[in-house]
């Protein structure tokens, strides 16, 4: 039996338990199931890539860290709006390739694409699957970019980074400066290279700051996928231009929300009296992005104090980017008020919003499993202090019966 006929064979089994089986002696076993886990874990994030047959796959941690194929294509979309033109898309380079998922998406839109990667193992995975995904155009090179002056004053139309985000010990990291390769360090090289750099970071970095580390950011995107937050995009530009803030959510159908990010941090909220007919709590990407009460402002909504960022209305405001609730009632937190709400309820979905207890000591002390029909937020409201609002999802928004959510 070959690698290729295990794999096949194999494809859908449960990893661990082949593992703990007995292999065939003439199959590489470690690569076998490397290649087993891999499909199965682009099979849900990558389908395009899943469908094509012999591709390799490198290990666990390189899958979990590339971007999925929602995210990938979106960033095709930035490309082609920054740079319109075939003339202006000579050539690109992504200069840490990794498993090159990025790559593969935007490679095509350019004449010439070259992919740097440090781990020679990376870059022979990667050279074959350019071959399978007919990328022509795309030359792969094991070097260090951080180093490698190859790249350095090259007439290239974009540069793509996605740095590391883990230090030598394997731990997490979360600042500009802490990821591998330091673009704070590199920016100015960066930006003498092409006139559009793309830099992926964590989505828990602090925007604030990361626009106090680097200059020339024109643009800000926080990309969700199925209402979770998954990438921050910063994209730098040779000239510089008033900075503007994306907020997406793929795979939905919620409208991007796009402003001047000076205009949309600069929104003060109204706030409610009393909680209206309809609750309303914003996508994960515009909570990242800090753009809620701009969003909120647009829809004439009414907030319900300053740090719970939920908002409400007598009116239905069916395109609202989050999540939309039909208010059934709300109340203090004494034993009379929360007999007289929730009754015999058995369960409800518990979500904590500027409160003074975690979902798990709430839901221990209100004797409620998870789930149901039943939204319960526990948060703080101008005027009526800790309030319990009880409600149900709002029928007509499409994307919130499609997310899963």
Same mark, same amino acid.
């Given at each position: ?23 065939? #002696? %003439?199959?590489?076993? +470690? ?13 849900? *994030? ?7 047959? @012999?591709?390799? /796959? ?11 194929? !929602? ?38 839109? /350019? ?15 990667? %050279? ?5 995904? @007919? ?17 350095? &004053? ?10 590391? +985000? ?61 209402? $979770?937050?998954? #990438? ?18 793929? $795979? ?17 909220? *109204? ?16 909570? *990242?992005?800090?753009?809620?009460? !701009? ?5 004439? =909504?009414? *907030? ?32 009379? %008020? ?15 919003? &500027?409160?003074?207890?975690?979902? !798990? #000591? ?13 939204? =319960? ?7 009526? @202090? ?8 709002? !029928? ?5 019966? $499609?997310?899963?959510?």
């Amino acid at each position: 039996m070959t690698n290729q006929q295990f794999i096949t064979q194999h494809r859908q089994d449960d990893v661990r338990r082949l593992a703990l089986g007995t292999l065939p #002696e %003439e199959i590489d076993a +470690r690569w076998c199931l490397q290649q087993i886990e891999g499909w199965q874990l682009a099979s849900r *994030k990558l389908p395009q890539w899943a469908a094509t047959e @012999g591709l390799w /796959f490198p290990p666990r941690l390189s899958l979990e860290q590339c971007s999925g194929q !929602a995210a990938a294509r979106y960033k095709c979309s930035i490309v082609e709006r920054l740079l319109p033109t075939a003339t202006q898309r000579r050539s690109m380079a992504d200069l840490t390739g990794g498993f090159g998922v990025d790559f593969s998406y935007m490679a095509p839109l /350019f004449d010439a694409a070259r992919y740097y990667e440090q781990n020679a193992e990376l870059c022979r995975i990667a %050279e074959h699957n350019f071959l399978l995904l @007919g990328l022509s155009q795309a030359n792969v090179v094991c070097a260090d970019t951080s180093v490698e002056p190859a790249w350095h &004053n090259a007439d290239h139309s974009l540069l793509y980074l996605d740095p590391a +985000r883990r230090d030598v010990g394997g731990r997490k990291t979360i600042a500009i400066e802490d990821c591998t390769p330091d673009v704070v360090a590199m920016q100015s090289e960066l930006l003498q290279s092409a006139p559009v750099v793309m830099i992926k970071l964590s989505p828990m970095l602090d925007i604030r700051m990361a626009l106090r580390r680097l200059t020339n950011v024109s643009e800000i995107h926080i990309v969700s996928v199925k209402g $979770e937050c998954k #990438e921050l995009l910063l994209v730098l530009t040779a000239r510089q231009a008033p900075l503007h803030i994306y907020c997406v959510n793929l $795979e939905s159908h919620d409208a991007p929300f796009v402003s001047d990010a000076a205009a949309a941090w600069a929104v003060q909220p *109204k706030f409610c009296d009393e909680i209206g007919a309809f609750l309303y709590e914003p996508g994960a990407s515009l909570l *990242k992005g800090g753009v809620q009460d !701009a969003v909120a402002a647009h829809h004439n =909504l009414l *907030k319900l104090h300053r740090d719970s960022h939920l908002y409400t209305s007598n009116i239905l405001c069916p395109d609202f980017p989050g999540r939309i609730f039909s208010v059934e009632g709300h109340c203090g937190f004494s034993k009379g %008020e929360l007999r007289s709400l929730i009754g015999d309820m058995a369960q409800a979905n518990l979500t904590v919003r &500027n409160f003074p207890a975690t979902v !798990a #000591e709430l839901r221990k002390r209100l004797k409620l499993r998870e789930g149901g029909d039943t939204y =319960l937020f526990a948060t703080t409201a101008c005027g009526a @202090g800790r309030v319990l609002i009880k409600c149900r999802r709002a !029928a007509p928004h499409k994307s919130q019966a $499609e997310s899963g959510e």
